[in-house]
C-alpha cells in the first residue's frame, strides 16, 4: 500500500524525534528525501539537484549541516574514500562495497560475502569497530 504523503511526514517527524533531532523543516525535507527505506548510495550534490527538481530549493552548505547531523546520530552513514566527493549510505550496517571508479557509483556487497585470513593487531587503548572493505572497479581493457 502507497503511504499518503502526510502520514509519511508524520512518520518522519517520529523518525527524527527518536533520536533527539528536532524537526526543522529542512530535516523534514532532506529525510523526506532519503530516509524512504530503500538502500541508497549518494553525494549532498545529488540530493539538492532532486529536492531542486521538486521546485523547492535548499543550501549545499544547510544540506552538509543536515547530513552531517543524520550521521552523528546514525540515520546515515559516510563512506570513507579517497576523493573529493563525500558518499552517504543510507544502509547503516557494517557492509562492504564495489566502487565503480568510473562514474562513482557505490554497489553493496554483503558481509558475509568477503572473510578475513589475517588481521593487524589492533593498537593499544582501540577496539575494532568495524572493518569495511571498498573493491575499486576498473574496467577491463577489451581489444
Ligand atoms: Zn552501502
Given at each position: 500500500m502507497h503511504k499518503d504523503n502526510y502520514s509519511n511526514i508524520m512518520d518522519i517527524v517520529e523518525k527524527l524525534r527518536n533520536v533527539n533531532l528536532r524537526?526543522?523543516?529542512q530535516r523534514i525535507l532532506l529525510a523526506n528525501q532519503i530516509l524512504d527505506?530503500?538502500?541508497k548510495h549518494f553525494t549532498a550534490e545529488?540530493?539538492?539537484?532532486?529536492v531542486l527538481s521538486k521546485g523547492q530549493s535548499i543550501s549545499l552548505a544547510t544540506i552538509y549541516n543536515c547530513l552531517n547531523k543524520f550521521v552523528s546520530?546514525?540515520?546515515?552513514k559516510q563512506i570513507d574514500q579517497q576523493g573529493e566527493v563525500t558518499i552517504f549510505d543510507?544502509?547503516?550496517s557494517c557492509h562492504h562495497h564495489?566502487?565503480?571508479q568510473e562514474t562513482g557509483e557505490l554497489?553493496?556487497?554483503?558481509?558475509d560475502e568477503i572473510g578475513f585470513s589475517k588481521l593487524p593487531?589492533?593498537?593499544?587503548?582501540?577496539?575494532?569497530?568495524?572493518i569495511e572493505v571498498l573493491i575499486k572497479l576498473e574496467s577491463k581493457n577489451l581489444v
Open positions: 524537526p526543522t523543516k527505506g530503500t538502500n545529488t540530493i539538492q539537484k532532486e546520530v546514525g540515520l546515515l543510507t544502509n547503516v564495489f566502487l565503480n554497489i553493496d556487497i554483503e558481509p593487531k589492533i593498537p593499544n587503548g582501540f577496539e575494532n569497530d568495524g
